[in-house]
Nanobody, 117 residues
């Protein structure tokens, strides 16, 4: 009964900022990795940013320097701070939590981010 819930999406103008939140509930265990993915119409879902349980981040080249992924103070929470947003960032953003023993991936329902010109 693990659930992943995202929040924070919305409509912003180019150059603006949004902060996405992801919270995992229903498990007593910490995540192995958590990540933010996005999918724009007609495109494949892609990894935007990921973070390990130890706090080590990684980013796609398209968002590096603009987005920051971080762990929250609460267990199994992750944030994605998105700055200097561009219209090409428009997509549905999904949070994924990877758990171990047994390994399984849990996905949120997605949150729409729309960046206007």
């Amino acid at each position: 009964q693990v659930q992943v819930v995202e929040s924070g999406g919305g409509l912003v103008q180019a150059g603006g900022s949004l902060r996405l939140s992801c919270a995992v509930s229903g498990t007593m265990f910490s995540f192995y990795t958590m990540g933010w993915y996005r999918q724009a119409p007609g495109k494949q879902r892609e990894l935007v940013a990921g973070i390990t349980s130890g706090g080590s981040p990684n980013y796609s080249d398209s968002v590096k320097g603009r987005f920051t992924i971080s762990k929250g103070s609460a267990k199994n929470t992750v944030y994605l701070q998105m700055n200097s947003l561009k219209p090409e960032d428009t997509a549905v953003y999904y949070c994924k939590a990877r758990m171990l023993e047994p390994q399984n991936d849990y996905w949120g329902q997605g949150t729409q981010v729309t960046v206007s010109s």
